[in-house]
Each structure stands twice: as C-alpha cells, then as structure tokens.
C-alpha cells in the first residue's frame, strides 16, 4: 500500500512539474518567436538581457531548474518501478487506451534530456559561466546587453544543427501529446465527458509547441 501510495504521490507531483513544464514552454517560445519579427534582433536582446538579469526572474530560474530535476528524477524512478514490477519480456497487451506514445515516454524523455543538455552547453553556460556572448551593437553604438540573437542565428546557420534541433522538436511534441491529457489523468481530473476534450487541447498544444519552435530555425537557415 505504501509503494502504491508513494507511487501515486510521485506520479501527482510529476503532473504538476509537467504542467508547470509545459507553461515554461509557451513563455519561451514566445520569446524565441521575437527574432522572426526583428531581424535588428534588438527586441529579443532587450527581453533575453531583461529574462537575463531581473532578479524575480533570477529566482523563478532556480525553480524551474527544480522542476525539470524533480520530472526527470520522478520519471526515471517510475519507469524503474514499472520494469522491476513487470517481469522483463512479460509483454502487456496494449489497451485501446494506449496511444502509441504513452508507451514510449521514457524514451522521448531521455532524448529531450539530452537535448536539454546540450541547449544548455550552448546557452546557458556561454552566458552565465563563460561569459562568451559577443555585446550587442545597435547602429554602431554598445548597448551593454549580451548579444544572444546572434548566438541563435549563428548556431542555425549549421546544417546539422537545424535537422538536431528539429528532431529533438519533434520528440519533444511526441512526449507533450500523451503528456497533457496524461497530467490530468494523474490528478485526478478524468472525466467521460471532458476527456476527449483535453486530449483534443493536448493534440492542439503540442502541434502548435512543436511547429513553433521548429519554424525559428527553418526561417533563419533559408533567410539569414
Ligand atoms: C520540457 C520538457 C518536458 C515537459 C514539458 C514534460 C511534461 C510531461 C508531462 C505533463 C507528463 C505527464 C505526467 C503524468 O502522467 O502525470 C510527462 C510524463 C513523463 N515525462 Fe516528461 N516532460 C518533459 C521532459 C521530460 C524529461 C527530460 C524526461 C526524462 C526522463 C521526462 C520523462 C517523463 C516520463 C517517464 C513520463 C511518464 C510518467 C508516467 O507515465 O508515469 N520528461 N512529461
């Protein structure tokens, strides 16, 4: 009983580092969508340097930092859970229930791990450890802001960065169509009636998540 109930307890604060995931998501993407519309990039380099160094945001960044550790931790100690409790080559008769993404989740959330570390070799780390971004100039004047656009630009000029990114997008999108109704369900929040409907919002969701974020890097490889 205890096992069941520390299980659920995991599977509920996973939902909920999932769901708080999934806004961090939206508010990124939004950001990332700046450069599509300033090619100076000045206004995605006021919000990067503002995101960068207001302190809130400083403190909200260790807290998602938590949540990412807290989802990934979670999920690789259920599926561990699950294996030890189903004997290995005891194959489960998917239920119609099943899509064919809700069995692969710790894949697709392994992949996005390390896509995750690797964005974060190329971001992160360049501005906050090693301090390496270029400062951005605006019409021949400094400006004192870090120049992240061109980080961005520069790094989707490459080939083999784009086709990495765009498939580490499409995993991601994967993940996030079972994920979301999959949240709801954890919490409690099933329902004959709405069910369909929050399937149908996860499938809305994770299509627009996913081809959003591939979009930035399609329109700076063929424009820049
Ligand atoms: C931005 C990235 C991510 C978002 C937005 C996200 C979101 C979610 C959400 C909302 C769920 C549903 C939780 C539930 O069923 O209660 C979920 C499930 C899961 N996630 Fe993630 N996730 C992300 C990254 C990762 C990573 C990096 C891993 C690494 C291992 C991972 C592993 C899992 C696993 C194994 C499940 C299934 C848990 C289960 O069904 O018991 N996720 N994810």
Redesign the pocket.
Known sequence: MSVMYSSITK?IW??LM??F??IF?VVHLGINLLLLFDPTRELFNVVAHFMGTNPIIQIFQWVLFAGFAI??VL??T??IQNWIARPKGYKVKASSEDTFFSRY??HT??I??IF?IIHFANFFFKAKIFHSIPEFILNGVPTGMEDMGILVVQLFQLPEYVIGYIVALLI?GF??DH??Q??F??LGLSHKKYTPFIKGLGHIYSIVITLGYIIIPLFIYFTK
């Open positions: 599977k996973m939902s999932g769901l995931l999934m998501l989802h990934i999920g690789i259920l599926q989740m710790i959330g392994i996005i791990m995750l991601l993940h996030l994920a979301f999959s949240a369900q954890s």
